[in-house]
């Protein structure tokens, strides 16, 4: 299982520079369970940065379990059916959506 913290550090690898180009956002993530934690990923000026910890106001929060996490990372999961049943919540939706396939998570 892949924890939240080695799937946000790897993500400023995985995504290219060019679509980070006019993107600002701060997204908090509170994943539950052994392989959880609490991180905010911020995008500004074309740069992603992760840190440890809630800090500076979210656009959208996205909490979960760490295994329904991994599973929405391993397309075992669609999360639109773990948002309406409620296993994967998340503030303000129309943020995460436009970021949801910069993300990996669609």
Do not use: C, R, W
């Given at each position: 299982m892949k924890s939240i913290k080695?799937?946000?550090?790897?993500?400023?690898?995985?995504?290219?520079?060019?679509?980070?180009?006019?993107?600002?956002?701060?997204?908090?993530?509170?994943?539950?369970?052994?392989?959880?934690?609490?991180?905010?990923?911020?995008?500004?000026?074309?740069?992603?940065?992760v840190s440890e910890g809630l800090i500076g106001?979210?656009?959208?929060?996205?909490?979960?379990?760490?295994?329904?996490?991994?599973?929405?990372?391993?397309k075992e999961t669609n999360p639109m059916m773990a948002v309406m049943t409620g296993k994967l919540k998340v503030s303000n939706p129309g943020e995460i959506m436009k970021y949801i396939k910069l993300l990996g998570l669609m």
């Open positions: 080695e799937f946000l550090d790897e993500l400023p690898l995985k995504v290219a520079p060019e679509a980070l180009e006019g993107v600002n956002t701060n997204l908090h993530f509170d994943i539950s369970g052994d392989a959880g934690g609490i991180y905010t990923l911020k995008i500004e000026e074309g740069q992603m940065s106001d979210a656009k959208s929060t996205i909490k979960a379990s760490d295994k329904l996490f991994n599973e929405l990372l391993n």
